[in-house]
């Protein structure tokens, strides 16, 4: 996927495991950090700055994405329903800035494989990540904060395309915003 991008210059790119990763992984660098809080814990660290956190209960089915701050016409929980088949996952899709604000980092946070990998693949769909990043683009041409909750139905760990249902761009997780 990824590596393979044109944009990724050979060589550039290093493929870590979570487990495998050292701070010092996070800063002076642009990063891509997949997988929710249980399978990639450095996602936590941005969570402060994010809107959305995912949400998690006893029941291991039972995770939600919080809006930390609705607006208008958006839900607090965004919970993913496993009593119909197939069922509707979330997945967030951050992008924000690093630790250190030199640099950028993308997080792919799905409720599950199924959601974390549709997310994945609504990044690598050139189409439906074009009106994402034309709106996320600032005056000098680069490409602001931004955040968005992706719906999708999962089938057993595989879900087909994602689309967007909440979008937030340029708004730092403490900042409301327009109602």
Request: charged fraction near 15%; charge should be neutral; proline fraction near 6%.
């Amino acid at each position: 996927g990824i590596l393979r991008l044109p944009e990724i210059p050979a060589g550039q790119a290093v493929v870590r495991n979570a487990r495998d990763m050292h701070m010092n992984d996070l800063l002076q660098s642009n990063v891509i950090l997949l997988g929710g809080p249980h399978a990639n814990p450095w996602v936590e660290l941005f969570e402060p700055a994010s809107a959305f956190r995912i949400g998690f209960s006893a029941h291991l089915d039972d995770r939600s994405i919080v809006n930390k701050h609705p607006r208008l016409g958006e839900q607090a929980v965004y919970r993913s329903g496993a009593d119909a088949y197939p069922h509707l996952t979330y997945t967030i899709l951050s992008f924000l800035p690093s630790l250190d604000g030199c640099c950028h980092v993308l997080l792919i946070q799905g409720l599950n494989m199924a959601s974390t990998q549709a997310g994945a693949n609504f990044v690598l769909n050139q189409n439906a990540m074009a009106p994402i990043l034309r709106k996320a683009r600032m005056k000098d041409g680069s490409i602001g904060r931004f955040e968005v909750v992706l719906q999708t139905q999962a089938v057993g760990s595989s879900a087909p395309a994602a689309h967007a249902i909440v979008e937030r761009y340029g708004v730092a997780a403490t900042e409301t915003g327009p109602k």
